[in-house]
């Protein structure tokens, strides 16, 4: 079923909600090869700030200044240049990968972007020669304040609110490296590939014997031999190696004291003086662990994130927006994937995956019935509860109590199967209020499928 693809994510560069998008639309791709196997989700944060957290560990990262504004990034440049930097490298910070690809639009007018000698405005732009700060200047200018296009955006992009103005490095080769909890055996995982610079999915569908592992045993850490093998396996050799050791060493160190849950970095250079770089840097950060570290909590980015989903944190539920015009609110995470399922084979498309969690009391689901009819695309909303720990006829009436709290003007399906779940039934089917009750998840699916006809 589609559900088992959701329990699995792609580590590179995509996030748990393209994840959650792509398996609901499309099942065994070529992210198969990671989607069984890989779970990564957490606090995501920009590149510029995962590079000033690694070079704290000492892993090589460039030379980088953050700017928020145009005058900033042109600093930067001015800076660069003065200190005998012939090349620089703007980028644009935003929560989402393939910006080398990706195209600037105009916020409002969604028009595209070109340079004055016509060229398209790029996430990613390398800056040779001639006058940098002006160059820098152009570029910061047509690109904070618009919107970013990229193939993990989508077409409505997101908008470009900082840049990262960094030294150009003499690249000699590219390498890509990545390191994350295999939850198949609970061991972290460092995973590496010749392929660098490449999507890491496309690697695996075509050329997946280009790609190493080397699991970390919890009860004696990473040695200096995995290490070593590491970079062999890279066709690292001399002082490239040796900088590559004491990277990936570093890098390890990082992502244990830091509570990584996934550290991602592509490419991974090799420079013809043969020293190694962490050229980009994507870095998750495992939610249950934050309270341990403020510091990192602080750069979360608001304005990275879905405005409902923030709105489902403050209440502690497991939200996360999609496309589709079914909400769907299920106890459960496994629930609620199996719950989406059904609403795409009832010929549905989930708008959300929403767990409400084992408290379904009435104040989380009137939040989060609050929540999902707050987005515009939602035409219907099918609530599916296991009453294990919590009683099928609590739930019932707190769905009762919830919908009189919040303006629900879409049609309603519910099923509650469990402890009580014949005294629920009848709770919502002798209620005024106006619910469809199903007894089966097939008949639940077959409800779903008449409520969006007649919305059609």
Same mark, same amino acid.
């Given at each position: 079923?589609?559900?088992?693809?959701?329990?699995?994510?792609?580590?590179?560069?995509?996030?748990? &909600?393209?994840?959650?998008?792509?398996?609901?639309?499309?099942?065994?791709?070529?992210?198969? $090869? $990671?989607?069984? #196997?890989?779970?990564?989700?957490?606090?995501?944060?920009?590149?510029?700030?995962?590079?000033?957290?690694?070079?704290?560990?000492?892993?090589?990262?460039?030379?980088?200044?953050?700017?928020? #504004?145009?005058?900033?990034?042109?600093?930067?440049?001015?800076? $660069?240049?003065?200190?005998?930097?012939?090349?620089?490298?703007?980028?644009?910070?935003?929560?989402?990968?393939?910006?080398?690809?990706?195209?600037?639009?105009?916020?409002?007018?969604?028009?595209?972007?070109?340079?004055?000698?016509?060229?398209?405005?790029?996430?990613?732009?390398?800056?040779?020669?001639?006058?940098?700060?002006?160059?820098?200047?152009?570029?910061?200018?047509?690109?904070?304040?618009?919107?970013?296009?990229?193939?993990?955006?989508?077409?409505?992009? &997101?908008?470009?609110?900082?840049?990262?103005?960094?030294?150009?490095?003499?690249?000699?080769?590219?390498?890509?490296?990545?390191?994350?909890?295999?939850?198949?055996?609970?061991?972290?995982?460092?995973?590496?590939?010749?392929?660098?610079?490449?999507?890491?999915?496309?690697?695996?569908?075509?050329?997946?014997?280009?790609?190493?592992?080397?699991?970390?045993?919890?009860?004696?850490?990473?040695?200096?031999?995995?290490?070593?093998?590491?970079?062999?396996?890279?066709?690292?050799?001399?002082?490239?190696?040796?900088?590559?050791? &004491?990277?990936?060493?570093?890098?390890?160190?990082?992502?244990?004291?830091?509570?990584?849950?996934?550290?991602?970095?592509?490419?991974?250079?090799?420079?013809?003086?043969?020293?190694?770089?962490?050229?980009?840097?994507?870095?998750?950060?495992?939610?249950?662990?934050?309270?341990?570290?403020?510091?990192?909590?602080?750069?979360?980015?608001?304005?990275?994130?879905?405005?409902?989903?923030?709105?489902?944190?403050?209440?502690?539920?497991?939200?996360?927006?999609?496309?589709?015009?079914?909400?769907?609110?299920?106890?459960?995470?496994?629930?609620?994937?199996? #719950?989406?399922?059904?609403?795409?084979?009832?010929?549905?498309?989930?708008?959300?995956?929403?767990?409400?969690?084992?408290?379904?009391?009435?104040?989380?689901?009137?939040?989060?019935?609050?929540?999902?009819?707050?987005?515009?695309?939602?035409?219907?909303?099918?609530?599916?509860? $296991?009453?294990?720990?919590?009683?099928?006829?609590?739930?019932?009436?707190?769905?009762?109590?919830?919908?009189?709290?919040?303006?629900?003007?879409?049609?309603?399906?519910?099923?509650?199967?469990?402890?009580?779940?014949?005294?629920?039934?009848?709770?919502?089917?002798?209620?005024?209020?106006?619910?469809?009750?199903?007894? #089966?998840?097939?008949?639940?699916?077959?409800?779903?499928?008449?409520?969006?006809?007649?919305?059609?």
């Amino acid at each position: 079923m589609v559900a088992l693809s959701l329990m699995l994510v792609s580590t590179f560069n995509i996030d748990i &909600k393209s994840v959650i998008c792509e398996s609901v639309h499309q099942f065994g791709d070529a992210t198969t $090869f $990671f989607t069984h #196997t890989y779970v990564v989700y957490g606090m995501n944060i920009h590149e510029h700030q995962a590079k000033a957290l690694l070079r704290k560990f000492d892993v090589p990262v460039p030379d980088g200044k953050v700017a928020f #504004t145009v005058e900033e990034a042109a600093e930067a440049a001015r800076e $660069f240049a003065a200190q005998g930097h012939n090349v620089v490298v703007v980028k644009s910070q935003i929560h989402a990968g393939g910006r080398g690809k990706g195209h600037i639009v105009d916020t409002e007018t969604r028009e595209a972007i070109t340079l004055a000698d016509g060229s398209a405005v790029r996430g990613v732009t390398v800056v040779v020669g001639g006058d940098l700060e002006a160059r820098v200047k152009e570029l910061a200018e047509k690109t904070l304040g618009n919107t970013l296009v990229t193939i993990q955006t989508g077409e409505s992009g &997101k908008v470009v609110n900082r840049l990262l103005v960094e030294q150009g490095l003499n690249i000699e080769n590219e390498l890509y490296l990545s390191m994350l909890l295999d939850r198949s055996n609970s061991r972290n995982l460092i995973m590496a590939s010749t392929e660098g610079g490449m999507e890491i999915e496309e690697v695996a569908e075509k050329t997946p014997e280009k790609i190493v592992k080397e699991h970390i045993d919890p009860a004696i850490g990473f040695q200096g031999y995995q290490a070593r093998r590491l970079g062999f396996n890279l066709g690292l050799s001399g002082a490239a190696l040796k900088s590559f050791i &004491k990277l990936i060493t570093n890098l390890v160190r990082a992502y244990e004291d830091l509570d990584g849950s996934m550290v991602e970095i592509n490419p991974l250079v090799v420079t013809k003086e043969q020293e190694v770089y962490a050229l980009d840097a994507k870095v998750n950060f495992d939610d249950n662990a934050l309270y341990r570290h403020p510091a990192i909590a602080e750069l979360r980015d608001l304005s990275e994130e879905e405005p409902l989903e923030i709105e489902a944190s403050k209440y502690d539920l497991n939200y996360i927006k999609l496309d589709g015009n079914v909400g769907c609110m299920v106890n459960g995470a496994g629930l609620a994937m199996g #719950t989406m399922d059904i609403i795409k084979l009832a010929g549905g498309e989930p708008a959300n995956f929403l767990d409400v969690g084992g408290g379904a009391n009435v104040e989380r689901i009137a939040n989060a019935f609050r929540i999902m009819l707050s987005d515009v695309n939602v035409k219907a909303v099918l609530v599916n509860i $296991f009453g294990g720990i919590v009683r099928c006829d609590r739930v019932a009436n707190g769905i009762l109590e919830a919908v009189k709290q919040v303006d629900c003007h879409v049609p309603v399906i519910v099923r509650l199967d469990g402890t009580n779940a014949v005294e629920a039934r009848e709770i919502l089917e002798n209620s005024d209020l106006d619910f469809a009750v199903a007894d #089966t998840l097939k008949t639940a699916a077959q409800k779903v499928n008449e409520a969006m006809s007649g919305a059609a």
